[in-house]
């Protein structure tokens, strides 16, 4: 039975690094998207860099450094918007964090909202009421925010059509559907969700293995 245990946490635990080699790669993949945008933004930019490539020695680090500098830009922008996205998965995967929310929730005195009460008065007692749920509330917010930017930059990196928003609205109106590039449809949605739930299923593993083990020093 041990060892029926031991096979199942070394099997769990196999899985999660082959869950987070895969999630590496998707993210480099994702990174790409960013780094074309960035390029289409650094245009100017790099024509100089490329004016100083000619300058020698000087032009062989201004030569690396264009090369590099879109990846790294456009991992920063990547990266930043990512972490607010998964912002509210990790804080509710923190137990000892929800469970100081749920108890300063339960504890918290809440004003009465009356009709009489100033319009500006109202705001404050909302926001007051809602003071213990605002950090949960308002990461969330941030979230569906950056995934609107995220949108807006993978739909132009993979445009489901070729052309602009009125010939994508006129072939889902005419139902010309065999015109709709269903490759970048499928690359929009994996670099808009798939490290998301990436992340998701490590954790489910994580706890999975939490839970094994418990079990394994149980029996």
Request: hydrophobic fraction near 55%; charged fraction near 15%.
């Amino acid at each position: 039975m041990k060892k029926q245990g031991s096979f199942t946490v070394s099997f769990v635990s196999t899985l999660y690094w082959i869950l987070f080699a895969v999630g590496l790669y998707f993210g480099y993949m994702n990174v790409l998207p960013y780094k074309s945008a960035v390029e289409a933004l650094t245009t100017g930019g790099i024509s100089i860099l490329t004016f100083l490539q000619n300058i020698p020695i000087i032009g062989v680090l201004f030569g690396l450094l264009s090369l590099g500098i879109n990846w790294i830009l456009g991992f920063l922008l990547w990266a930043a918007l990512q972490t607010i996205q998964l912002f509210p998965i990790v804080l509710r995967r923190d137990k000892r964090f929800m469970r100081a929310i749920i108890t300063a929730a339960d504890s918290h005195n809440k004003y009465q909202i009356r009709d009489t009460d100033d319009p500006t008065l109202k705001m404050l007692k909302r926001w007051y009421n809602n003071f213990p749920v605002l950090t949960i509330s308002r990461a969330r917010f941030a979230a569906l925010f950056a995934y609107a930017i995220d949108f807006c930059v993978c739909i132009i990196v993979y445009p489901p059509v070729n052309g602009n928003f009125n010939r994508l609205w006129f072939i889902l109106t005419t139902g010309q559907i065999s015109k709709i590039n269903w490759n970048n449809i499928v690359l929009l949605l994996l670099t808009i969700f798939v490290v998301e739930l990436i992340v998701r299923l490590l954790f489910w593993l994580n706890q999975v293995k939490y839970y094994l083990m418990f079990a394994k020093q149980e029996a």
